[in-house]
Structures are given as C-alpha cells and as structure tokens.
C-alpha cells in the first residue's frame, strides 16, 4: 500500500514498480447486464466502468476525460468522448445521457462493494478497424475531499472543481510518465493497464490514472455482403454439381440408346442376311412337273 512506502523510497521506484505498489483504479467493459463483454456490434449499448479496488486512501473517482482511437499507429484517428468531466459535441452522439457518466456501487467478482463511476455508450467503430481503444483520464480523490471528485453540472456549464495548490515543487514525481493512447498490441481483454500520469501541480489531495482497454466492435451491415458472396458462391457451386449430375446422366442415356441402336441395327442386318439367304436356297431348287404327252 501507499502509506507503507516512505517518501524517498516511493521517489526511486520506477513506474513499473510503482504499479505493483498501488494501483486503485480497475476498469471493465461492461453490457447492460453488467456482464463482461469482449466484442460488441454497432449499436449495441454497453459501458464503460471504473471503480477503486481499494479505498484505503482513494475514496472516491471522477472521469475527467475520454477518447477512443481506431489502434493504428500509422493512421491514427482520435475520436474524444469525455473533456473537462463533460460529453464533447460529439462525445454526445455516442453517450446514452446527456450528463454524460455517472456514479455507483460495483460488485466485484469477490463479492465485495466497490465505488464506481462510469459511462454509458452505444457501441461505434472506425471505418478501418474492428478494434476500438478506450483511454480515460480518471481523478482519484482522497479522504475528505470527496467533492472534488462530484459529477458537474454539464448543462450548465460548470467545470470540475479544482485540486487545492500546493508546493509545485513537490507536485511532480520523477517516476511517473504520461499514458499514451493504446495501439493494438493483440487480442482485446476485459482488463485493462492502469498507468499514472504525470502529477499536477494539485495532487496531494486528488490523483489523476489513465486507464485504456481495446474492444472489439463489430458491423454486422458491412460483413453481411461477404456472408451472402459466401452463400451465393456455395449456391453456385451446388448448381455446378448438378449440372454435372445432370451432365453425366444424360451422357449416360445417350451412350445406352447408341449401344441399343447399334445392337439393333447388328440384329436387323442379321436378320436380313438371314432372310435373303432362305430366298436364295428357295429359287435355286426349283421343281419340274413333266408335261404330259399325248400319243395318237
């Protein structure tokens, strides 16, 4: 934990090791059903949750902002769901409520009761990728300072309220880097990679994490033209069978009535050779009847 690791000790961990030591923040990819999900289609409605595994220093969270990406590296599109705790303009099309996220009770798999905040979108994907990448700014707050992590009130305006400044020269811890927006680096997962990002200048009291995660989503629209070319080619491909079915029959029937024919036109000519020969043997034993003589 936070408060076993003094000082100086935490200020020579690298990130890495830092991680091992204190990670709060968990994230799923929820349905609506709160079920873990992996791939979604176009459309579908699902969530995005966040909420602190342990709240022995943290007690409370708040999605400062949020963006998908299409997890190419070499054409990145960046799609901004969430800025300043708020929904974008066009993080608007994407989220179910116009308040944008929300704030809850999570029941983890150990059946224990987290705090959580969380998002509820309708899934979408880029044109050239199934796979969607999710990076969120979360605020994380201590203590008795629970209000800085209070939704605000987006209709009207407000902004997320404002850490308490402090020394800035102790703000900024050496160790910690800053999260970059996840490429696809391999197959999607429910759990995610929890990194810190660089402190501000008002991190004694609240704690920013990026967390990311990769989904995929899916447009049934656009793969079932490949599924009906799939079926049209089998239906193809069954038609040619039968004509070659067809095919081979018929060249049967035909080769059977030529052996027939032939057989036939064999027994015919036989038949008449036959014929022709009897007639012969007739005409050359002809009979002779003596004609009578009558004598005077």
């Known amino acids: 934990m936070l408060g076993a690791v003094n000082l100086d000790k935490e200020k020579n961990l690298d990130n890495q090791e830092k991680e091992k030591v204190y990670a709060p923040v968990e994230f799923r990819f929820l349905s609506e059903k709160n079920e873990k999900v992996q791939q979604l289609s176009v459309g579908e409605k699902f969530k995005l949750l966040f909420f602190l595994d342990d709240d022995s220093v943290y007690t409370s969270l708040l999605l400062m902002n949020c963006s998908a990406n299409n997890t190419n590296p070499e054409n990145p599109k960046v799609y901004k769901i969430l800025e300043d705790a708020c929904p974008t303009r066009a993080g608007k099309n994407v989220i179910y409520y116009d308040y944008g996220q929300s704030k809850s009770k999570f029941t983890s798999e150990k059946g224990t009761e987290h705090n959580a905040a969380e998002i509820m979108l309708k899934a979408f994907k880029f044109v050239d990728s199934d796979r969607v990448a999710f990076s969120c700014g979360v605020r994380i707050c201590k203590r008795g300072d629970e209000a800085l992590c209070e939704i605000p009130d987006c209709a009207a305006g407000e902004k997320p309220a404002a850490p ?10 050496p160790a910690d880097t800053s999260a970059g927006v996840p490429a696809d680096q391999g197959a999607p997962d429910a759990g995610t990679v929890a990194k810190r990002k660089k402190r501000s200048a008002s991190s004694s009291n609240t704690e920013e994490r990026t967390i990311s995660g990769i989904i995929e989503i899916i447009d049934p629209i656009q793969r079932e033209p490949s599924r009906d070319n799939q079926e049209k ?3 193809d491909c069954f038609r040619s069978r039968d004509i070659i079915i067809v095919i081979i029959v018929m060249a049967a029937f035909v080769l059977t009535l030529l052996i027939a024919c032939i057989v036939l036109a064999i027994t015919v000519t036989k038949t008449r050779s036959r014929v022709n020969n009897m007639i012969s043997e007739s005409n050359g ?7 009578a003589k009558i004598t005077a």
Do not use: M, V
């Open 285 to 291: 034993h002809s009979f002779f009847i003596p004609r």
């Open 164 to 173: 308490k400044k402090t020394d800035p020269a102790a703000a900024t811890d």
């Open 233 to 235: 080619q089998e239906g």
